[in-house]
């Protein structure tokens, strides 16, 4: 494992009672209102993901794909207007989603010359970044999306996702990247950080990549052997590490997809987040909860699964982890459709736990 300095950058960095560094709730939704900012506020978060306006991309016309730095700067003063700080934003592209979906597909087809113009507009943004003063990115390494196979319910009329392996549609064809071993796979992911590293420690901006989710079945889907950033046991995530050296490569690291990944996620969790954490290059976290194992598994609500959330946190505080803490996935229901109580709930089981971390801190 490639352990590597403390990321150094220009954000504001939270301080807890007994002077260490402390970590701060976050938040990954979008905000398309004043009245959003303002409800995040209230809900204790204190970093907020942002969006910038999408680009006027169209590859027939040569429209431009990548974000001004003003653009970049509107969000950020939109946001920090409200006495939030925005110092994460996530690409237009890149997404968790469906390759078949995606609207720019050629970095994770291995297509050129369409990667590359893909790529030099990244590259673009990652400069956009660095000018406007926003520190990280986020991105995805997706050719599946986000897997499910359905809904079961949960308390007060919520509805948990479900994925069971056995329960997909293995007679639909392969995406349009199409046949996909391990090799293939890297080979793409390598590619793209070759070209976009370099210009992200340039510019000083991390560059914070979701691992896929969930992991493939055995003998692979739809084309696709093997999600290589979620083998079982976290290793595609030390190899995702280890393909550069370099500070300003790394993880948002999504604790829920993490262990959807392990075949014993209650044993084998713990001692993977510590690797990751003493790395110093997991740029953000995602906090969600299962009930089950690789393969065969339910998200559920934050207090109620297999994942005890507060040890992640308290190891997270041990390793001087100063980033933000997002709910993830949280259940939808009827009587809340935008998930803004869902939400809410998340926001101060977080926040519980991190001054719980704290108190434990100072009293030792």
């Known amino acids: 494992m490639v352990v590597s300095p403390n990321p150094a950058n220009a954000q504001e960095r939270g301080q807890g009672n007994n002077g260490r560094p402390r970590m701060v709730l976050g938040t990954q939704r979008r905000a398309p209102s004043e009245a959003a900012l303002v409800e995040f506020k209230r809900n204790g978060v204190a970093r907020v993901c942002g969006y910038p306006v999408d680009p006027p991309y169209d590859q027939k016309t040569g429209d431009r794909g990548y974000w001004l730095v003003s653009e970049v700067e509107q969000e950020k003063e939109r946001i920090e207007s409200q ?23 050629a970095i994770m087809m291995g297509k050129s010359p369409e990667r590359d113009r893909d790529i030099e507009d990244i590259q673009k943004m990652i400069e956009a970044c660095g000018r406007a003063g926003v520190g990280t990115i986020k991105y995805n390494m997706s050719i599946l999306g986000v897997m499910t196979t359905g809904e079961v319910p949960g308390r007060g009329g919520s509805k948990l996702r479900r994925f069971r392996a056995s329960d997909l549609d293995y ?4 995406t349009i990247a199409g046949k ?5 796979y890297w080979e793409r992911i390598d590619y793209f950080l070759e070209r976009v590293v370099p210009v992200a ?3 000083k901006v991390r560059l914070a990549c979701h691992p896929q989710d969930p992991g493939t079945p055995p003998g692979g889907y739809r084309g696709v052997v093997e999600n290589v950033l979620s083998v079982p046991g976290g290793k595609g995530l030390f190899t995702f590490l280890n393909l550069r050296s370099n500070r300003y490569h790394g993880l948002n690291l999504c604790c829920g997809t993490l262990a959807e990944m392990l075949w014993n996620p209650t044993r084998e969790i713990y001692p993977i987040v510590q690797r990751l954490a003493a790395t110093k290059r997991v740029f953000n976290i995602h906090l969600r909860n299962i009930k089950g194992r690789r393969n065969d598994f339910i998200e559920t609500w934050g207090d109620e699964g297999d994942i005890d959330h507060a040890e992640i946190i308290n190891i997270l505080a041990d390793a001087g982890y100063d980033g933000a803490v997002d709910p993830d996935h949280v259940p939808g229901s009827d009587g809340d459709p935008s998930k803004s109580q869902a939400y ?15 108190h434990r801190a100072a009293r030792r």
Not at 171 to 174: A, G, K, Q, V, Y
Not at 180 to 184: G, I, S
Request: no cysteine.
């Open 83 to 105: 006495g939030l700080r925005m110092d994460m934003v996530a690409l237009p592209f890149l997404e968790s989603s469906l390759i078949d979906n995606d609207f720019r597909p």
């Open 171 to 174: 007679s639909l064809p392969d």
């Open 180 to 184: 996909v071993d391990p090799d293939t």
């Open 201 to 203: 420690e340039q510019y």
């Open 344 to 358: 809410a709930q998340g926001y101060g089981y977080i926040l519980g736990m991190i001054a719980a971390a704290e």
